[in-house]
């Protein structure tokens, strides 16, 4: 794990950073059947190949940042397919290694072609899900999960232990949907010194997080731990961000990450997605995010390669643009 904020130099060079997009539902959309409580980690177990180039896709299209395919990879999860504690470890480790492995290509290969003084050698973020995947009941878009602090740490603490293992540079708390587990996550990153990470909760509105509770409380909790390097929002309706960005810089200095989705919502108990209206318009939008302070912005479930092609663009086209105002 690499000490200090990985994110600076493309802060400082480029004024934003660029992030990826959706993994499970690009896959889906790519023709794998992801209709069990493993998602996109299935194919962690099945088909590693397909998240490699899908990361690599990602990266080529513009990416600054890949995360990891642990979104809904638990121990708990895995040892229901059958895998044992060390199997499940190696297995959460492999994700890091595979998106590891896909940015290694993409940066040998962009060296081996033309240099593109536009970019820098992207990084990896390990992805920690709320423990709400776990469950595949949609919590994670609820909050409700009747389980203590120290329980929900202790659930989160084996996860995170085997991800920094593979040494990721950066750690991405995702889709948190409660003020609740966002503060046991910034206690439990005290416990791993120098290890940078981002927060980033679901929203139901321009508000409130999925809980209900205020996303200027939830934002707060990032100025308690300087480990946090940004904070904002992913997996919410890219309607609801421009006025999530505004308040959260009301609550915080750091930079501001925003990845929401294409507009369409989860519908949990049939496990699909109701079409929304906004998805033609979903780079489009990211100048007002741009201008409401975020400085990582990327999509989230229902995005593609496509979209971060044009994100990239759009906000980070050229090393001699001028540095973003900020």
Same mark, same amino acid.
């Given at each position: 794990?690499?000490?200090?904020?990985?994110?600076?130099?493309? /802060?400082? =060079?480029?004024?934003?950073?660029?992030? $990826?997009?959706? *993994? #499970?539902? +690009?896959?889906?959309?790519?023709? @794998?059947?992801?209709?069990?409580?493993?998602?996109?980690?299935?194919?962690?177990?099945?088909?590693?190949?397909?998240?490699?180039?899908?990361?690599?896709?990602?990266?080529?299209?513009?990416?600054?940042?890949?995360?990891?395919?642990?979104?809904?990879?638990?121990?708990?999860?895995?040892?229901?397919?059958?895998?044992?504690?060390?199997?499940?470890?190696?297995?959460?480790?492999?994700?890091?290694?595979?998106?590891?492995?896909?940015?290694?290509?993409?940066?040998?290969?962009?060296?081996?072609?033309?240099?593109?003084?536009?970019?820098?050698?992207?990084?990896?973020?390990?992805?920690?899900?709320?423990?709400?995947?776990?469950?595949?009941?949609?919590?994670?878009?609820?909050?409700?999960?009747?389980?203590?602090?120290?329980? /929900?740490? =202790?659930?989160?603490?084996?996860?995170? $232990?085997?991800? *920094? #293992?593979? +040494?990721?540079?950066?750690?991405? @708390?995702?889709?948190?949907?409660?003020?609740?587990?966002?503060?046991?996550?910034?206690?439990?990153?005290?416990?791993?010194?120098?290890?940078?990470?981002?927060?980033?909760?679901?929203?139901?509105?321009?508000?409130?997080?999925?809980?209900?509770?205020?996303?200027?409380?939830?934002?707060?909790?990032?100025?308690?731990?300087?480990?946090?390097?940004?904070?904002?929002?992913?997996?919410?309706?890219?309607?609801?961000?421009?006025?999530?960005?505004?308040?959260?810089?009301?609550?915080?200095?750091?930079?501001?990450?925003?990845?929401?989705?294409?507009?369409?919502?989860?519908?949990?108990?049939?496990?699909?997605?109701?079409?929304?209206?906004?998805?033609?318009?979903?780079?489009?939008?990211?100048?007002?995010?741009?201008?409401?302070?975020?400085?990582?912005?990327?999509?989230?479930?229902?995005?593609?390669? #496509?979209?971060?092609?044009?994100?990239?663009a759009l906000l980070a086209p050229s090393a001699?643009?001028?540095?973003?105002e900020r």
């Open positions: 794990m690499n000490s200090g904020d990985p994110l600076e130099p493309f /802060l400082a =060079d480029q004024g934003v950073v660029i992030l $990826d997009g959706a *993994l #499970a539902t +690009e896959l889906e959309r790519r023709g @794998f059947d992801l209709s069990d409580e493993l998602w996109s980690a299935r194919l962690l177990i099945e088909d590693p190949a397909s998240i490699g180039q899908l990361h690599l896709d990602y990266y080529e299209a513009g990416a600054d940042v890949a995360i990891s395919a642990s979104y809904q990879a638990s121990f708990e999860g895995l040892a229901r397919r059958g895998l044992s504690r060390a199997e499940s470890a190696a297995l959460l480790q492999s994700s890091v290694r595979i998106a590891q492995q896909a940015r290694d290509c993409f940066w040998e290969e962009l060296h081996d072609t033309v240099e593109d003084p536009s970019r820098k050698r992207p990084l990896v973020a390990a992805s920690v899900g709320s423990y709400g995947a776990c469950l595949a009941d949609g919590s994670e878009y609820r909050g409700d999960f009747n389980i203590s602090n120290n329980q /929900l740490k =202790d659930w989160h603490r084996p996860r995170v $232990d085997a991800l *920094l #293992a593979a +040494e990721p540079d950066l750690l991405a @708390f995702e889709t948190i949907p409660c003020l609740q587990e966002g503060e046991v996550l910034v206690e439990l990153l005290d416990e791993y010194r120098h290890t940078p990470a981002w927060l980033s909760f679901s929203c139901r509105d321009g508000e409130s997080v999925c809980s209900g509770e205020p996303f200027a409380a939830c934002v707060a909790l990032a100025e308690r731990s300087s480990a946090i390097v940004a904070v904002g929002l992913n997996c919410s309706a890219p309607v609801f961000a421009e006025p999530l960005l505004r308040m959260a810089l009301e609550k915080t200095a750091k930079p501001l990450v925003c990845y929401p989705n294409s507009g369409e919502l989860w519908d949990a108990p049939a496990r699909t997605w109701i079409p929304g209206s906004e998805g033609d318009r979903f780079a489009g939008q990211a100048a007002s995010w741009l201008a409401a302070g975020a400085r990582l912005i990327g999509g989230c479930c229902r995005t593609s390669p #496509a979209d971060i092609r044009a994100l990239r001699d643009r001028e540095s973003i």
